[in-house]
């Protein structure tokens, strides 16, 4: 290359960098990066427990945890809050080795929950609380065993019914 086209593309190079940098929004890319904190529940309205059977309410919300199993690492904790008037307050931790962590706790459909939690074997104990309206409160502590990834695969593996099907095939090995 000639001396002589070095300085249009000198110019031309730097050209295009003033101009991202002028058209360059560090703000927008910015919240691509970092997640968003999520909005905390509000109060709820005066309209929402206006009927009286909701004021009477004396009983604590129900909580029964759906999922039996855990397996190591990341999962979807599936668990169900009931209670005649709406909750003001719900929450989630867990233990995952010593350290005890507070989760976000998603409203599904049908008085349906579920939190993200990462776990480590043999065992995570999951605290839940929950607060009405009314001020009627509950609380759960229940350990759920948390199965080992390695010895998952091993299991799905030989209680498989093709390994099954196959090995009676064969004969039993002796």
Known sequence: MNQSMYIPIMF?????????????????????????????????????????????????????????????GNNVLKLKIEDESPLKLRGINFTQGNKNIETYLAKEQNQEYIALVKVVPPFTEIQVRAVDVNDNSARLVQQIKVENWFNMIISSITNNPIWKNTQSLFGEYR
């Open 12 to 72: 031309t190079s730097f050209f295009i960098f003033i101009l991202l940098l002028i058209f360059y929004n560090d703000h927008l890319s910015y919240a691509q990066w970092v997640m968003q904190p999520l909005p905390l529940p509000g109060p709820p309205g005066p309209d929402c427990c206006s009927t009286s059977n909701l004021r009477n309410d004396t009983t604590p919300p129900r909580i029964i945890i759906i999922t039996n199993i855990l397996h190591e």
